[in-house]
């Protein structure tokens, strides 16, 4: 499977050979700055599926999760366009309004609705998760 996109002035493309392992609506504080009062839509890959054209800014933060965060973006036209944990460096997490096709990405799972406003629009159809959901298990290391 090949998915492509990009940002919104173009200087930035990527094309990703690999099916999205989740796609979850995040409404932590933080990605209502980033999804201009909305919560934000992002898909996740493995890192090494992902190739990006062009020059991404990156703004670090310590996100509600606790783990530190990459956000990074266009700095011609601002567009968010990935997302990636140092915590989990091989996984890097896109923002699905940069998919030339955001149909393939329908949302699984809405995390953080404690932070959303009354008012959000929170699909009752998904699961729905207060806070970050629980970690993926992985093995412990030797
Ligand atoms: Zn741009
Ligand atoms: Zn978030």
Partial sequence: MTITGGCLCGAVRYRIEAEPIQVRVCWCRDCQFVGAGSGTVNVTFPTEAVQVDGELGDYSSLAASGNRMHRRFCPRCGTPVTTQSEARPHLLTVRVGTLDDPEIARPMMTIWTKSAPSWASIDAGIPC???????????PKA
């Avoid at 998760?129 to 093995?139: A, D, I, R």
């Fill in 129 to 139: 998760v207060e806070g970050q959901p629980p970690p993926p298990v992985v093995p």
